[in-house]
């Protein structure tokens, strides 16, 4: 029964994208002269706030995915564009020692294993197999993946204190609601595979069955589970995640946070701390032999308002006015280097680019490089806007635009 409801799914991801929910239906945005303008829409409710209009249907993606338009990146996925979340297919595994493990499948580093399972294909991943970056398992021949080793604790509460109004960044505390310990990671080397095989397989629960079936109605058990589960429920075989939006070369996307290495940033993402990420490679150039990750620039004093058309950052995010909007670099359909990885770039408006007015909300890695060699973006330390260390496991499932 579970195989069948997820084949229904994934067919039905793609009828409800034809044919997507909109908050404000009745809504037709006009030209100057009050032609309707039929390529664009009043955004839905999930982003409503931080993105007023997107592109309608049909669009030219549909014809191919790299022109304008939505493209489903994660076919495996049934996306609710109201409530900004994603359902997909909940996994069953288990550890060694019998304990379950309850995780979503969202990369591969084999094509056509990727669009075999409605995955988005990562090549650059491969490079991933450094040091406890990658863990490894099997999988039985009932579908069960048996992984070595790697364990969460969900126990721990999720929980941020923002510094005081004037400045809430940095946080005076903080604690991630998931910890893995020094041999968790999401990636994952299938042993038993007759080629090299990587997954991206992010762990949402270690409860039992019994216990999550118990969450069906969508009261969840944050104690159990993932700070990103809006529902779960093993007898469906289904597990719904909150989405959060960003923005990839000026186009709105929507991604799931799954892990970081660093405790502070998985608070801020609501996230899984995964110390063992931090063997991934981090540094290098985007396509240059063994980087598995991308960038993505996080913005910490941009503009600030809720009502602010160029709202964005984590002094933002932490004043209540919504999420961080972070840009991230490429993506299937833009570019040939993305990877669920990302390796995060601080930015940091300078005082000189703020009295002068230049602040503005990034949409573009191209963007923030521009105004980093203008001088006007640095890093945390005051030095060069760079890549410092910490890296976020955002899977991106949606192209909005």
């Not at 990562?122 to 197999?129: N, R, T, V």
């Not at 490894?136 to 204190?161: E, H, M, N, R, W």
């Not at 001088?375 to 330390?381: A, F, H, T, V």
Request: proline letters at 8%; aromatic letters at 8%.
């Amino acid at each position: 029964m579970r195989k069948s409801r997820n084949a229904m799914m994934a067919a039905g991801a793609v009828l409800a994208l034809a044919l997507p929910s909109v908050g404000h239906a009745d809504v037709v945005v006009r030209g100057k002269e009050g032609a309707p303008l039929d390529e664009i829409r009043e955004a839905p409710a999930s982003i409503y706030n931080d993105l007023r209009t997107i592109v309608a249907q049909p669009s030219p993606s549909e014809v191919d995915p790299k022109l304008l338009g939505p493209v489903l990146l994660n076919k495996s996925a049934h996306i609710d564009m109201e409530k900004g979340t994603a359902t997909l297919p909940l996994r069953r595994g288990r550890l060694a020692n019998g304990t379950p493990v309850w995780f979503i499948l969202t990369d591969a580093t084999d094509q056509n294993i990727a669009e075999l399972q409605g995955l988005a294909y990562s090549p650059k991943l491969a490079f991933a197999l450094t040091g406890k970056g990658t863990r490894k398992a099997t999988i039985d021949k009932d579908g069960t993946f048996v992984f070595t080793s790697g364990s969460v604790d969900f126990k721990p509460a999720l929980s941020i204190t923002p510094g005081p109004a004037n400045a809430p960044f940095p946080p005076k505390a903080f604690q991630p609601g998931s910890v893995g310990d020094a041999d968790y990671t999401p990636l994952v080397y299938v042993e038993n595979s007759a080629k090299a095989l990587l997954y991206n397989a992010p762990v949402v629960s270690q409860a039992s069955e019994a216990e999550l079936n118990a969450m069906c109605d969508g009261k969840v058990d944050y104690s159990k589970v993932h700070d990103k589960v809006a529902r779960i429920c093993p007898r469906d075989g289904t597990v719904t995640i909150k989405l959060t939006l960003g923005f990839t070369f000026d186009k709105p996307i929507f991604y799931i946070s799954t892990e970081a290495n660093d405790p502070l940033v998985a608070s801020l993402e609501n996230a899984t701390y995964t110390p063992a990420m931090k063997d991934l490679p981090f540094a290098l150039e985007d396509a240059s032999p063994g980087e598995s990750a991308e960038r993505i620039v996080v913005v910490v004093n941009g503009p600030t308002g809720k009502d602010n058309p160029h709202r964005q950052g984590l002094v933002s995010a932490l004043s209540g006015e919504g999420g961080p909007l972070n840009v991230l670099g490429g993506i299937p359909t833009i570019n040939l280097d993305y990877s669920p990885m990302w390796r995060l770039f601080p930015a940091v408006w300078t005082d000189e680019a703020i009295q002068k007015g230049y602040r503005y909300r990034i949409t573009s890695a191209l963007q923030a490089a521009e105004m980093s060699t203008r001088g006007y973006l640095k890093s945390l330390d005051g030095g060069d806007f760079r890549a410092v260390g910490f890296v976020v496991n955002c899977p991106v499932v949606y192209r909005i635009n």
